[in-house]
């Protein structure tokens, strides 16, 4: 192997494989495979692969020369406009910016032109660079010029293989795979080709997941999905094989779009969109040839005067209830392009999500990693009897978006695809003491009392009644949050639910949990209450039975899993656990502290 070969192989982090590596190959085969053009005819050559192939007669170590490995692959050639295409997308306003404060002078010109060149070479660049091959137990990557790089997927370690097509990718027939797996350390990595054909697309989720599977003893070896690019029609683009949903669990209504209303995320979208824009016409103004900061506030002070200042208020009244109505209008419109045409369906041994109008993007989750889901709402949302499920995946990165099951919608319809996509809480949760609501209560109402004292003894009347306002309000929002409280067990799942303003019922596996933590402070165990975290190897990693009676959630965590409990307790406390009854308080979590671990 060449010396610059060498070094590049130990700059890459190196991944541990079960099987053991194939010969290297000489220096001289090496630098042949590594320059000779693709389509070019060379001897090795497979016709079969169409012309994104490049020949396979001189394979790289681990990769080609396996049995069952395909020959390494290009990008689309249309990755020759994506790509410029995604650089000045982040260009864009500094170009725009350069242009109006240079006044169009030709060396602003000359420079945005170079960077324009910039761009459309680096897609040459990217293009003529990027290689990706699937081998019978790992995907290689390779790109690069100057500094190049080899990246070593084992394909037992993927966790996930998502397909994404933004606007220009879907008008162009691509999409963009992005492979997500576990490295050594634990951490993720991904690998992403941006961009490919969606057939190919298609064809390498297929073949990547079921080769994961063949490798994990889950599924034989064999069917279409070992077919390989040789299957590939004359013009170059892999065949996809047909991906036709086992299941379809649910399709949404247009009627659901309608929900947004119910999110504030959602309803501040003109307020965000508003002030984006005057931020940005302030620097425009600051930019703009001939002024400065100063003179634009003095001109718009001097405007405001002329005008008067009564015209000013009913302006400004006019655009805040314009705004206002806009609110509703602009939560719709953001929430339907987000998830236009949701779909769940089940795919394999997998639960697959598509969604999006302009980015069409769809989420591969297995389901052996699926360890529970939570269901999210907030006061709005339980007016109008809605929720939303999201799922508890282990190694899985941006579960805020990812991990969607389900967006905002009718509760009942959302349980029952919770049954048939996944397995309900079939049991009763279990209400929190009476202490947890005085906790709640304080918590919600002494510091705005606290400071209406404080305004009242300044003589400052208008903020004493503000914080009074507060401190009723906090009232209702402390008795809301108690009732919210609780946890409970159906022999199979355990949930946990909490939270007012935004609530949160996490339904986990039994065997997902790997630990529990009792956390009191001096209050608590003068009240008698603790927190209980369930540790889980998925999702947040930990989901919390906020103040729990201590007796009871010891009772509980060591009905739940006794194994794991039972040998922390005493004797006693273990003996009363065993018959159903209480154990002993002591004064403390398992092991007489002020907190404990199990």
Do not use: C
Not at 404 to 421: K, M, N, S, W
């Amino acid at each position: 192997m060449s010396g610059e070969d060498q070094r590049g192989h130990e700059e890459e982090a190196a991944v541990d494989r079960p099987t053991a590596e194939p010969p290297v190959p000489s220096a001289a085969r090496e630098h042949e495979a590594e320059h000779a053009p693709a389509g070019s005819g060379a001897p090795g050559t497979d016709p079969a692969a169409g012309p994104d192939a490049v020949p396979a007669s001189s394979p790289h170590p681990g990769s080609g020369g396996e049995s069952g490995s395909e020959p390494e692959m290009r990008l689309s050639p249309l990755t020759l406009l994506t790509a410029p295409v995604g650089y000045l997308k982040n260009l864009a306003v500094p170009l725009i910016v350069a242009l109006v404060a240079g006044t169009f002078n030709p060396w602003v010109l000359g420079s945005t032109l170079v960077a324009i060149v910039g761009t459309l070479a680096a897609g040459v660049v990217t293009y003529k660079t990027f290689r990706y091959q699937v081998g019978t137990d790992r995907l290689e990557i390779r790109k690069g010029l100057i500094s190049r790089s080899r990246r070593t997927i084992p394909l037992e370690r993927i966790r996930g293989v998502d397909v994404t097509s933004q606007l220009l990718h879907r008008m162009l027939g691509l999409a963009v795979v992005k492979i997500e797996a576990a490295s050594g350390g634990g951490e993720s990595e991904e690998g992403k080709l941006d961009a490919v054909t969606v057939a190919e697309a298609e064809r390498l989720r297929t073949v990547l997941l079921h080769r994961r599977a063949v490798l994990r003893g889950d599924t034989a070896p064999g069917g279409p999905a070992d077919a390989g690019p040789a299957a590939a029609p004359p013009g170059g683009a892999p065949a996809a094989h047909p991906q036709t949903p086992s299941t379809v669990y649910f399709v949404m209504p247009p009627r659901w779009y309608f929900y947004a209303v119910l999110s504030l995320g959602y309803l501040l979208t003109p307020f965000v969109a508003i002030a984006a824009l005057l931020g940005f016409a302030g620097q425009a103004i600051d930019v703009a040839p001939g002024t400065d900061g100063g003179d634009a506030a003095h001109l718009t002070y001097l405007w405001l005067r002329d005008i008067g200042w009564t015209m000013v208020l009913a302006l400004a009244t006019a655009v805040a209830l314009v705004l206002v109505l806009m609110m509703p209008v602009a939560a719709v419109v953001s929430y339907a392009v987000t998830y236009w045409r949701f779909t769940l369906f089940r795919r394999d041994s997998s639960l697959v999500t598509e969604r999006g109008l302009f980015t069409r993007q769809s989420v591969t989750l297995e389901h052996r990693r699926i360890r529970g889901y939570e269901l999210l709402d907030n006061p709005l949302q339980r007016l109008r009897d809605a929720v939303k499920l999201r799922a508890i995946v282990t190694g899985l990165g941006e579960t805020t978006t990812r991990a969607v099951l389900l967006p905002i919608g009718d509760r009942t319809r959302v349980l029952e695809v919770v049954g048939r996509a996944l397995r309900p809480f079939g049991g009763t949760l279990i209400g929190h003491p009476r202490a947890a609501l005085g906790r709640r209560m304080f918590r919600a109402v002494a510091p705005f009392a606290l400071a209406t004292a404080i305004a009242a003894a300044l003589d400052l009347w208008w903020a004493a009644g503000l914080f009074a306002v507060l401190a009723l309000a906090g009232i209702p929002l402390a008795v809301d949050r108690y009732r919210s409280l609780g946890h409970g067990y159906d022999g199979e799942l355990v949930s946990v639910r909490s939270g007012s303003i935004s609530r949160e019922q996490a339904v986990v596996e039994r065997a997902a949990i790997i630990g529990w933590t009792w956390r009191q402070t001096l209050f608590q165990r003068r009240s008698g209450l603790a927190h209980l975290d369930l540790a889980v190897g998925a999702g947040d990693g930990a989901y919390t039975a906020l103040d729990a009676g201590f007796d009871e959630s010891v009772l509980f965590a060591s009905g739940v899993t006794p194994e794991m409990v039972r040998p922390f307790l005493r004797e006693g406390a273990a003996t009363a656990s065993a018959g159903g009854t209480e154990p002993a308080r002591g004064g403390g979590a398992p092991g007489g502290g002020p907190s404990g671990t199990a």
